[in-house]
């Protein structure tokens, strides 16, 4: 079966400006999860879909990170305005049910300047 | 709150050679524990998780509630196993994960 496809793969952004990632998850996949990497650090959990609801968005920052997810399969990502400290990997993963395993994408590198 | 703390940033050892991986959690509850491992320029995939009981390519990892602890270990070390290793803590209800810091490995022929 295809895995958890993300795009794009790098970007490059000043402070300030913002960026959007987009994931699609393994078909049939209702849990979709969004991670943030720094490096050095383990992923972090910044929100967790149950097919186009959120069940957990407590370690995302609202006041510029946004995440949707409208039909319940593929979603989307967003940071504006961003800050250098938003350098990082952007993991998507999913599963089929909530505590089931996670299979995660090649990741988003984002490098903000 | 929960935490995964992995005190090994890098382990490097002799192919052949034991190696152990350590990781302590904390958490209230009954804990769910996995282990992670990312291989150079691959995805990050699950390597085992605490309530399979399984052996994965070798590796065994055992829960120890008394010591807070889900060490990952494997007697014989191969070049194969050189990678990145994230032990981490997942909530009952949905498999919220948190990971730790992650430990690099690395086997020397």
């Known amino acids: 079966e295809a895995g958890v496809a993300q795009s794009p793969r790098y970007k490059i952004i000043e402070k300030r400006q913002s960026v959007a990632f987009w994931c699609n998850p393994i078909s049939g996949h209702a849990t979709l999860y969004w991670y943030q990497q720094i490096l050095g650090q383990g992923p972090k959990l910044l929100i967790q879909?149950?097919?186009?609801?959120?069940?957990?968005d407590s370690q995302l920052p609202k006041d510029r990170f946004s995440a949707e997810r409208l039909k319940g399969v593929d979603s989307t990502l967003k940071i504006q305005p961003a800050k250098l400290e938003d350098s990082a990997v952007y993991l998507c993963?999913?599963?089929?049910?909530?505590?089931?395993?996670?299979?995660f994408g090649p990741g988003t590198r984002l490098t903000v300047l | 709150a929960q935490r995964v703390t992995q005190p090994e940033k890098l382990l490097s050892v002799f192919k052949g050679a034991p190696v152990e991986l350590k990781c302590n959690y904390s958490?209230?509850?009954?804990?769910?524990l996995f282990w992670y491992v990312q291989y150079s320029r691959q995805r990050l995939q699950l390597l085992l998780r605490?309530?399979s009981r399984e052996s994965i390519k070798g590796f065994t990892a055992d829960l120890n509630k008394g010591e807070t602890s889900f060490h990952l270990k494997k007697p014989f070390a191969q070049e194969e196993d050189s990678a990145m290793y994230y032990c981490a803590l997942g909530s009952p209800s949905g498999n919220k994960l948190t990971f730790g810091g992650g430990t690099r490995v690395l086997v020397k022929p």
């Open positions: 993963a999913s599963s089929f049910a909530g505590a089931d395993e996670q299979f």
């Open positions: 879909f149950q097919n186009n609801g959120v069940v957990d």
């Open positions: 958490y209230s509850g009954s804990p769910e």
């Open positions: 605490h309530i």
